[in-house]
């Protein structure tokens, strides 16, 4: 059974950090057809993709986190990371990890489609001005 489990959410002041983590169970990280990604969704706005990574470490950014956020990966642990520095209010999320084996969508930041990814059940981030 495929799950992801994220942590490391929390209350933060604007211009501060974290790092979210997430831990994957059911598959393997090294599975070159897989891209894990990482969205928010703000209260009231849909849900949004800020960054995805496959096995070989390629990466791909939302340009509102673009030199902020970094996700990274430890294929052997089978866990995946999002390092967030410089936290603006905007940034106030839930924040969810997902697996797909369509990394095409991921790669785009396309979070939609019924059954296109496998969700854990998100950390929330609040960013306080």
């Known amino acids: 059974e495929v799950q992801l489990v994220e942590s490391g959410g929390g209350l933060v002041q604007a211009g501060g950090s974290l790092r979210l983590s997430c831990a994957a169970s059911?598959?393997?990280?090294?599975?070159?057809?897989?891209?894990i990604g990482w969205f928010r969704q703000a209260p009231g706005k849909e849900r949004e993709g800020v960054s995805c990574?496959?096995?070989?470490?390629?990466?791909y950014y939302a340009d509102s986190v673009k030199g902020r956020f970094t996700t990274s990966s430890d294929n052997a642990k089978n866990m995946v990371y999002l390092q967030m520095k410089d936290l603006k209010p905007e940034d106030t999320a839930v924040y969810y990890c997902?697996?797909?084996?369509?990394?095409?969508?991921?790669?785009?930041?396309?979070?939609?489609?019924?059954?296109?990814?496998?969700w854990g059940k998100g950390t929330l981030v609040t960013v306080s001005s």
């Open positions: 997902a697996r797909t084996s369509l990394p095409g969508l991921c790669f785009v930041g396309y979070s939609g489609g019924e059954g296109k990814y496998d």
């Open positions: 059911g598959f393997d990280l090294n599975d070159a057809r897989i891209a």
């Open positions: 990574i496959n096995k070989d470490g390629d990466t």
